[in-house]
Each structure stands twice: as structure tokens, then as C-alpha cells.
């Protein structure tokens, strides 16, 4: 199709052509933090799960609300010449207001199944957002070990021009190679820790990672701590536990309630004997008499239960709001950190390389301390990822510990 086209033209509709492939998807952009979590969370396996939990208390909601079903009997019986035949139709009623308890505690529990599913889903994310930052942190790592393995070619050379020139000894010669094989060996054990992060992560979104992921590892300032502490009452996770604990609550009003159940019953009897023949109507009343059990222990069980379930909100709450001061300060120190480290270790690390190339260059300075100003380069490097990338870690705990993940 070029073949009548001008030389300029063809490399122009060669241009488009190859324009047109990278715009068509054929170059996927690498996965943002956003990207991660919008795929991850709308993973339909993870709908279906949540689904089937809230299911589990629509279920008991319904089994609360629903009457017991009454009871049909027919009873006939033949004496002589005389016969009688009666019928009866009895439903439990309840009249203790124990129905109208129990359908609360019902819908206590589903409303503390549905914050148990956002709680989930915010697990969820922080685990997407730790494989995710894992994979960028890993990314950093190795750019920064294929830069100290490239450095090894630029000066490799230089070293064999000086060797032929007899101003570069045989140990030099062997003691770079021994760090370019050195180098060869941890950038092959990153790339394989690099494949297995991306690995993970590529089984929590269901699909490949290969163009990798794109970011910033280090994160922003956190907010401020009473504003902070302004979002613990919203957290899932202690919503749950709140509305449990009302359940609990509703669950031990209703066992104190001592009124018995009635059960009322209405029918018909007939009498033949064999002279007259009489119907009439039936009406019965039967309450239990509680003379031996007395529900104690179902009183008592449901009296521990509730003060159990507001126990164990107290101490959650406490122990949320002591984490949130302790990981706030935590954050801000490691972010302060970080930047510090930066700048004042890693910026410089750059000039030092090239002072220590230039001396080696100009035969001011050995092979040992050009691969020592390497080293420390690489070093600090990787020293300045791994402050950011545990001040990321903090940041996620504290994202989940104050449900405030991203969107």
C-alpha cells in the first residue's frame, strides 16, 4: 500500500501506522495505585462473597420475622356406640414482646454484616496496595541496580585503555570484574524478586502485570491527628462490633422477658351416639408452667454475651485510638526521614561518582575507590527506598486503621 506514496510520504504513513498501533493499546500504560484498586476491589469472586455473608443475615432476619407455623389436630374417638370426633387449629402468640426484640437483634447482626463487608473490602485494598507498592519499590531497586551494573561497561573500557597504556595493573583489571559478576548476581536476584511481587500481585487483580506499575513510593503528609481520630468512630470494623453488640443487647431483653408464651387454639367436636348427633366449638388456651426451667440459663448466657460484646468494643476502641497516635507519629518521623535522606545523602552520592571517575580517569585515585564511591551511591539508594518504602507501609496501616483508603 506505500509502494505509490513518495519516500516522505511512506515514512509518514509508516509514522501513523506505528502511532496508530501504540494508541490501540498495543503499548499498555503501566497500572496507576488507582488503577490497582479499582480492578482489584471489582473482582466479581469478591462481590459474590460479600453477597453470600449479608445472605447468611438476611436469613436469620427473615427466620425472625416469619410467625411459627400452627398446628393441626384431629382427634376421634370411639366408645360403644358413641362417637366423637374434634378439631382443632392452634398458633403460638406472642405476647411478651420477645418477637419484636428478637427481629432487632436480627437486624442488628445485618447491619453488622454489612460493616464486616466494608471492613473486608478495606482489607482488601490494603493488601492491593501493599502488592502494588511492593512491585514499585522493587522497580526502583532495580533501576538503581542496572545503573551500578552499567557503570561497570563505561569503566571496564577506560580500565583496558589504560592496560594497554601500562597504567593500569592486572589486579585492577580482576578486581572489576570480580564486582562486575557481583553485580551481575544481585541484579538477577532483584529481577527475580521483582517477577515474584509482580506475580502476587498479578493473582490479587486476575490478570498480568507485565508493563509494570507507576508511582510514588514515598506518600504524602498525613492529616491531622484529631481529625483522625474524628474518623475512628466510622471504622468498619468497629461499627461491626457496635451493632453486634446491640444484637447482644436486644438478644438478652428478650430472655428477660418472663410473660410465657401462649398458644391459643380454636375447632370444632362432634359427638354421635348413634341416637343424637351434637357439634360445637372449641376453644383452647395452654401456657407453660415454669416450674423446673425457668430459662436461667439461656438468661445467663445472654446477659454474658452482651457484656462480652461491649467489652470487646470498649477494648477496641481504646486500642485503636493508642495505634493511631503511635502510627501518626510514626509516619511523620519516617517521612521526614526519607526526605532528609534524600537530600543530603542521595543528591550528593551523584558527585561524588563523578569526582571519584574523573580522579580514576586522570590516575589520582585507585580502582578501589572508584568502586567504593559505587557502592556508596548504590547504597544510598537503596537505603532512601526502603525509608520510603516502610513510611508507605505505615501510611497504609494508617489508611486502614482510619478507613480513609484512596478511591
Not at 427481629?103 to 478495606?122: K, M, Q
Not at 536476584?189 to 513510593?217: I, P
Not at 510514626?330 to 532528609?340: C, F, G, V
Not at 585507585?366 to 547504597?379: F, I
Request: net charge neutral.
Amino acid at each position: 500500500m506505500f509502494h505509490c506514496l513518495s519516500p516522505l510520504g511512506r515514512r509518514a504513513a509508516l509514522l501513523a501506522a506505528l502511532t496508530g498501533l501504540s494508541s490501540s493499546g498495543v503499548y499498555a500504560a503501566p497500572l496507576t495505585e488507582a488503577e490497582v484498586l479499582r480492578q482489584g476491589l471489582a473482582r466479581p469472586e469478591l462481590g459474590e462473597l460479600e453477597r453470600a455473608r449479608l445472605g447468611d443475615a438476611d436469613a436469620e432476619a427473615i427466620e425472625a420475622r416469619t410467625w411459627p407455623n400452627p398446628t393441626f389436630e384431629v382427634v376421634h374417638d370411639k366408645t360403644g356406640a358413641t362417637r366423637e370426633t374434634s378439631w382443632q387449629i392452634a398458633q403460638p402468640v406472642d405476647l411478651s414482646g420477645r418477637r419484636g426484640l428478637r427481629i432487632d437483634a436480627a437486624d442488628h447482626r445485618r447491619s453488622a454484616a454489612e460493616a464486616e463487608n466494608r471492613a473486608r473490602r478495606g482489607e482488601r485494598a490494603s493488601e492491593l496496595r501493599r502488592a502494588f507498592h511492593a512491585v514499585l519499590r522493587q522497580q526502583e531497586v532495580l533501576r538503581a541496580m542496572e545503573a551500578w551494573a552499567g557503570r561497570f561497561a563505561e569503566i571496564g573500557r577506560v580500565v583496558d585503555r589504560l592496560a594497554r597504556a601500562g597504567e593500569a595493573s592486572g589486579y585492577d583489571r580482576r578486581r572489576l570484574l570480580r564486582e562486575q559478576r557481583a553485580a551481575e548476581a544481585r541484579l538477577a536476584e532483584t529481577r527475580g524478586e521483582l517477577d515474584r511481587n509482580r506475580a502476587r500481585l498479578s493473582a490479587l487483580l486476575g490478570q498480568g502485570v507485565d508493563d509494570g506499575v507507576a508511582g510514588r513510593l514515598l506518600p504524602g503528609a498525613p492529616a491531622g491527628l484529631d481529625a483522625l481520630k474524628a474518623r475512628l468512630a466510622d471504622r468498619p470494623d468497629l461499627s461491626a462490633l457496635a451493632a453486634r453488640a446491640d444484637a447482644a443487647d436486644a438478644d438478652n431483653a428478650a430472655a428477660r422477658r418472663t410473660f410465657p408464651e401462649v398458644t391459643v387454639g380454636v375447632g370444632g367436636k362432634r359427638v354421635d351416639d348413634g341416637v343424637a348427633r351434637e357439634a360445637g366449638a372449641l376453644f383452647s388456651v395452654s401456657i407453660p408452667l415454669p416450674i423446673f426451667d425457668r430459662q436461667q440459663a439461656r438468661d445467663r448466657r445472654t446477659a454474658a454475651q452482651a457484656l462480652a460484646a461491649r467489652a470487646e468494643l470498649g477494648l477496641a476502641r481504646q486500642t485503636a485510638a493508642g495505634e493511631l497516635i503511635g502510627l501518626h507519629r510514626q509516619l511523620s518521623q519516617l517521612i521526614a526521614a526519607a526526605e532528609r535522606y534524600r537530600q543530603d545523602a542521595v543528591a550528593p552520592s551523584a558527585d561524588l561518582v563523578r569526582i571519584a571517575e574523573a580522579a580514576y580517569r586522570a590516575g589520582e585515585s585507585t580502582v578501589l575507590e572508584l568502586l567504593d564511591a559505587y557502592k556508596g551511591a548504590l547504597e544510598a539508594e537503596t537505603t532512601a527506598l526502603d525509608l520510603e518504602w516502610k513510611a508507605r507501609e505505615a501510611r497504609i496501616e494508617l489508611d486502614q486503621l482510619t478507613g480513609n483508603h484512596p478511591q
